[in-house]
């Protein structure tokens, strides 16, 4: 094992493309390893994975006796208007797997495959904070796809208010607006809605507002609003269930979504054909014989199915969508801190430093073979807090 130092990222899962820095392609790391650094005196400070490729924004490891680093996960600020980006432009972004490059003066990155967005300080004094748009493919070389300058945070109630501390891309620093993978690429938000954090699934969006509130939209087809239907809302909508609880984190996979409270709780909703949910599947149900299906709705609303060919003949049921927020407890009533989603798996950070992750966990590099779930159990490691998840976990201890 390289050095575990406090700060240190680990990554696992399907790596076929190389999407951990320094891992080589074509294989699947099946437990947690170490991330190589990019560069001599260099430490990752976030992480955005795509489905092919990840970017890591890099900041300078001060020498010995220096001031100290920004907290974990946090990365450098822009430079101030009146004055020029210093030499390395600050933070730097670099692309590791199907994607590739590398350019500077970043704060933040977030990754997808249709779209790589980067946020930037301006080009020249004065310049403000930028952001710009990339094709995945460019190797971040020649101009953006688009850029467009953009407003840092602003005080509540005056001068003397509290800051709006904004979450990391695709929320923009200002708290009023969001980049998006389609068109139109920069969406403003309600000026009511006063946004802490903000997560994209793959057809639906989830905020997290300063108050503790979550509010969703975009589709609906697979419960992942959690509005108790199959239907799509075209604005936020507060999650009516949730009233009456402070959320600390919110979570948004391919069609799931998931929130942890400031008590620790979980809450999850959205689609289980994977196992994202840690309910009850399919693929478990037809670990016996299979001769029929059917199915109906429980009182919460969640579509429950049951396949018949059990141990004892009996039917054995399994939930395929939960269109409301079931409470979800861990082993030993472990309390969350952290969460992510992958397109249709899930991990949670507890406050002892456990990692939990449970769904899609089998995926063979080989092209044309089958795809295995593999969703049993839940899978345990001791390590520390979690980023943004994509098809292959990240964490960091």
């Given at each position: 094992m390289a050095e575990e130092r406090r700060g240190a990222w680990f990554g696992f899962g399907f790596c076929g493309f190389g999407q951990a820095l320094g891992s080589g392609g074509g294989r699947q790391v099946h437990s947690p390893e170490p991330l190589r650094a990019p560069g001599a005196g260099l430490d990752v400070c976030r992480v955005s994975a795509s489905w092919s490729y990840t970017a890591f924004v890099t900041r300078e490891r001060p020498p010995s006796g220096a001031i100290p680093t920004p907290a974990l996960g946090a990365c450098p600020a822009p430079s101030p208007a009146s004055s020029p980006p210093p030499a390395g432009g600050g933070g730097q972004v670099e692309l590791s797997g199907f994607a590739v490059g590398a350019v500077g003066g970043c704060r933040?990155?977030?990754?997808?495959?249709?779209?790589?967005?980067?946020?930037?300080?301006g080009p020249g004094p004065g310049a403000g904070t930028e952001l710009q748009a990339w094709a995945p493919g460019s190797a971040l070389r020649g101009e953006p796809l688009w850029a467009q300058t953009v407003p840092e945070a602003e005080r509540e109630d005056g001068p003397g208010g509290d800051e709006t501390q904004a979450g990391p891309l695709p929320l923009l620093p200002c708290a009023r607006a969001y980049v998006s993978p389609r068109p139109p690429f920069y969406r403003p938000l309600a000026p009511t809605l006063r946004a802490r954090r903000l997560e994209l699934g793959a057809e639906h969006a989830l905020l997290l507002d300063a108050a503790?509130?979550?509010?969703?939209?975009?589709?609906?087809?697979?419960?992942?609003?959690?509005?108790?239907?199959?239907e799509a809302e075209p604005e936020p909508r507060l999650l009516q269930a949730l009233q009456g609880l402070t959320m600390a984190e919110v979570a948004a996979g391919g069609w799931h979504s998931l929130c942890v409270s400031e008590a620790g709780?979980?809450?999850?909703?959205?689609?289980?054909e994977s196992g994202q949910l840690a309910l009850p599947t399919k693929s478990l149900?037809?670990?016996?014989?299979?001769?029929?299906?059917?199915?109906?709705?429980?009182?919460?609303?969640?579509?429950?199915?049951?396949?018949?060919?059990?141990?004892?003949?009996?039917?054995?049921?399994?939930?395929?969508?939960?269109?409301?927020?079931?409470?979800?407890?861990l082993p030993l009533g472990s309390d969350a801190?952290?969460?992510s989603c992958g397109s249709r798996h899930t991990a949670v950070v507890t406050r002892t430093g456990e990692l939990y992750t449970w769904?899609?966990?089998?995926?063979?590099?080989?092209?044309?073979?089958?795809?295995?779930?593999?969703t049993k159990m839940l899978t345990q490691h001791p390590l520390g807090f979690l980023p943004l998840s994509g098809p292959w976990p990240l964490t960091q201890s």
């Open positions: 933040d990155a977030w990754a997808s495959e249709e779209l790589l967005v980067v946020l930037r300080a503790g509130q979550v509010f969703s939209w975009g589709g609906g087809r697979h419960g992942q609003l959690g509005h108790g239907t199959l709780d979980i809450y999850i909703w959205g689609w289980n149900a037809e670990d016996g014989k299979t001769t029929s299906e059917a199915s109906g709705l429980n009182e919460d609303g969640s579509e429950v199915k049951r396949v018949a060919g059990g141990e004892d003949g009996a039917p054995t049921p399994f939930i395929a969508v939960q269109p409301f927020p079931a409470l979800l407890d801190v952290k969460a769904g899609w966990g089998s995926l063979k590099a080989e092209a044309g073979k089958d795809i295995r779930l593999d």
